[in-house]
């Protein structure tokens, strides 16, 4: 319990995509809401997206909003979320961080009290 998994990321051209997941065992995370991160060198962590344990509320940056899509799966043995990454920009090569809070809406950083390790990405131009 309590723990996130992230995968997906890799190398990728400016244009291209990628597909993150976040992977955790059990049904703890049913009921948080999850979200995406990211962090590049030299800059803070920021909010990418996140999206309500029932899936019916989702938030984006405005920066990935018509590019990126947040989706969950509450499976019986296991919560999942992906991150499809569409029209990449090299500014967005970043470690991508998956995030858990038991705060609805659109939770500010500090709730959020569940990380993974995190996954690279890197966009090349």
């Known amino acids: 319990q309590g723990q996130l998994v992230e995968s997906g990321g890799g190398a990728v051209q400016a244009g291209g995509s990628l597909t993150l997941s976040c992977a955790t065992s059990?049904?703890?995370?049913?009921?948080?809401?999850m979200g995406w991160f990211r962090q590049a060198p030299g800059k803070e962590r920021e909010f990418v997206a996140c999206?309500?344990?029932?899936?019916?509320?989702?938030?984006?940056a405005d920066s990935v909003k018509g590019r990126f899509t947040i989706s969950r799966n509450n499976a019986e043995n296991a919560v999942t979320v992906q991150l499809q990454m569409n029209s990449l920009k090299p500014e967005e090569t970043a470690t991508y961080y998956c995030?858990?809070?038991?705060?609805?809406?659109?939770?500010?950083?500090?709730?959020?009290?569940?990380w993974g390790l995190g996954t690279q990405v890197t966009v090349s131009s």
């Open positions: 059990g049904r703890f995370f049913s009921t948080y809401t």
């Open positions: 995030a858990a809070s038991k705060e609805g809406g659109s939770p500010p950083q500090t709730e959020y009290k569940y």
């Open positions: 999206i309500s344990w029932g899936g019916l509320i989702i938030y984006y």
